[in-house]
């Protein structure tokens, strides 16, 4: 091969080579791959040094539940996604959380961005609409970690984890029953209260037209007295003037 040849496709290689190694945005871009890894995977609670980091990561990963430090959703046993945890809950994980990352205290625009996402987490997981969106859009993620927990199971292990599952989903059938019946009885029971109180209603009303009726008779009754003493009273004057005078 051609001496010259061989040099330029050495220097050529050699340079290509430098570039990739020492090219500084894909430093920053493996670094910050690396922090962002390590953010997810941390269990830690969030403090002042990584709340508004690990925030906007949950932001950029479109993640409400994680952003709030909040349980990931769960496939019950009867294969539904599931979210327990009562909106108290959600309000008490937002108001820590906002402390930490409030403009007032943090300036600059990651903080007030981190304080305007805790702000849409909280309406979204408050709100019944935004939650069931939320829950949809997670449920394949928690069908997916439960596969995997299958998965990773012995044999032996499966046949525990189903009977515990078909327990569980007989429980929940029962629980689900229950509830729905008692919702019907407290139904009824509204239903009957509203009736009762409508029958009041209407028999209060029809006292009160009873005791007007009364009055009234009585008012007709008191006027037809009055116009007899008045005819008796003219009828005694008329005999009065009719009466001859005795003249001495």
């Known amino acids: 091969m051609d001496e010259r040849l061989l040099n330029r496709r050495f220097n050529s290689a050699l340079t ?3 570039a990739q190694v020492w090219d500084p945005d894909s430093v920053v871009r493996e670094a910050e791959h690396n922090e962002e ?3 997810r995977k941390s269990d830690a609670p969030m403090d002042a040094k990584d709340a508004i980091k690990r925030i906007l990561l949950a932001k950029k990963d479109k993640d409400s539940f994680r952003l709030l430090e ?3 959703p769960e496939v019950d046993a009867l294969d539904r996604v599931a979210w327990d945890v009562p909106p108290a809950e959600v309000s008490k994980a937002y108001r820590r959380l906002s ?3 409030h403009p007032d205290k943090n300036p600059g625009d990651e903080a007030r961005e981190a304080f305007e996402a805790l702000n849409e987490a909280h309406r979204q997981l408050r709100d019944r609409g935004g939650l069931e969106e939320m829950l949809n859009k997670h449920g394949e993620a928690a069908r997916q970690r439960r596969e995997a927990a299958d998965a990773s199971a012995t044999p032996e292990e499966r046949v ?3 009977a515990a599952k078909q327990q569980r989903a007989k429980l929940l059938r029962k629980k689900e029953e229950d509830s729905f019946n008692a919702e019907i009885v407290r139904q009824i029971k509204e239903r009957k209260l509203a009736a009762q109180r409508k029958r009041a209603i209407k028999s209060t009303y029809r006292r009160e037209e ?3 009726h009364e009055e009234t008779e009585e008012d007709d009754e008191a006027q037809q007295v ?3 003493q008045e005819s ?6 008329r005999a009065k003037a009719k009466k001859p005078r005795l003249i001495f």
């Open 232 to 237: 008796s009273k003219a009828a005694l004057l």
């Open 160 to 162: 525990a984890m189903y």
């Open 16 to 18: 290509s080579e430098q």
């Open 210 to 212: 009873a005791d007007n």
């Open 37 to 39: 890894a390590a953010l």
């Open 70 to 72: 909040l349980p990931q």
């Open 99 to 101: 402390v930490l990352v």
């Open 226 to 228: 009055a116009k007899k």
